[in-house]
């Protein structure tokens, strides 16, 4: 009796532990790179918000802003391992995981944001998102930033001419590795944590990076002019890790999915606000002097430019350029 009775204990100890890992929440790290108060800081908090409304006891979002779990030339590594569950790191981080994704580092392929927006939501620009399955990543949702502005440390920035020889920080990137060169100046990849004390000191003259990351990060403040160029996009993906994300229970995957939707929307709405604003609070710092470009200068930046699109349309495909330009229309 007291061996069936120690028996019936055990399996009670044993059901109820079961019941306690059942119940215990799955906890998500969302890591990123840049401040909190940036459009995607914003976004990592509205999607904790929301999952752990739509799952309530089910999930655990914790969001970790400013590099610090990891940085940008880490966090990718470590998603894959498993220590962090969700990222957003910018499209241009995934060009070593598949050429196609470098379409958005193109100079000047995409008119606004609004276009952007029109090509990532296409069937193309959804494809994109699961174009590294078989490398481990799933792509989530593309986040907006907004458009890329060039700031030097020098009094002049008009034309192309005014950037030779100059020494940018740039991204990972073998496409902004070729437009910088195409214009005469010398890239440095550097990362984004790094770039405020290499402007500071020197070790660059100049970054290219939207009004709200130069605001957020104080670049204005450390460098004398900033030239509204919009030559590109800076925009992030939403990634996890396939296995991971295959792996969850259906209910909480899908729950996670509406989270996602409605984060998006509400971070792409913060980054157009975000950036207008960011802007007029850098004209009013007066640290740095803001440059409007004609028309005439626009097209002179896009002619020295114009040669990278060559360079890389094989690697990309020329359908998927002619796809993104189809959405400036």
């Known amino acids: 009796m007291r061996m069936l009775n120690a028996l019936g204990i055990s399996l009670a100890l044993t059901f109820s532990a079961g019941a306690l890992a059942a119940d215990k929440p799955i906890v998500i790290k969302f890591s990123h790179v840049v401040a909190a108060n940036t459009p995607k800081g914003q976004g990592a908090q509205k999607f904790k918000e929301v999952a752990e409304k739509l799952l309530p006891g089910k999930v655990q979002v914790q969001v970790f802003p400013n590099s610090q779990l990891f940085g940008d030339g880490k966090e990718l590594e ?10 957003a790191p910018s499209l241009s981080k995934f060009d070593r995981y598949t050429k196609k994704v470098q379409l958005f580092d193109l100079p000047f392929l995409f008119n606004d944001m609004a276009a952007v927006d029109r090509f990532q ?23 907006h930033n907004g458009m890329k502005e060039l700031s030097t440390n020098k009094d002049k920035l008009q034309r192309p001419e005014d950037v030779k020889g100059l020494k940018f920080r740039i991204q990972a990137s073998d496409v902004l590795e070729a437009q ?5 100046a010398n890239p440095q990849k550097l990362a984004f944590s790094e770039v405020y004390q290499a402007l500071q000191t020197g070790v660059v003259d100049g970054q290219e990076n939207t009004w709200s990351n130069i605001y957020s ?11 509204e160029t919009n030559h590109g996009v800076i925009d992030y993906m939403v990634v996890t ?28 709405d913060e980054a157009a606000k975000l950036n207008e604003g960011d802007k007029q609070r850098i004209i009013d710092a007066k640290k740095a002097k803001v440059v409007e470009l004609s028309k005439e200068d626009v097209e002179a930046w896009r002619t020295a430019m114009a040669p990278v699109w060559k360079k890389f349309e094989s690697d990309i495909g020329a359908d998927l350029i002619k796809a993104a330009q189809e959405a400036n229309k």
């Open 241 to 268: 890790n396939a296995q991971w994300w295959d792996g969850l229970p259906a209910d909480i995957r899908s729950g996670l999915e509406k989270a996602m939707v409605e984060a998006t929307k509400y971070a792409n």
């Open 78 to 87: 470590a998603l894959l391992l498993g220590d962090v569950q969700i990222i």
């Open 121 to 143: 939501q296409s069937d193309k620009g959804k494809e994109l998102l699961d174009a590294m399955k078989d490398r481990g990543l799933k792509g989530l949702a593309y986040w």
């Open 217 to 227: 990060q104080k670049f204005h403040e450390v460098q004398k002019t900033i030239a």
């Open 180 to 184: 910088f060169r195409a214009l005469g």
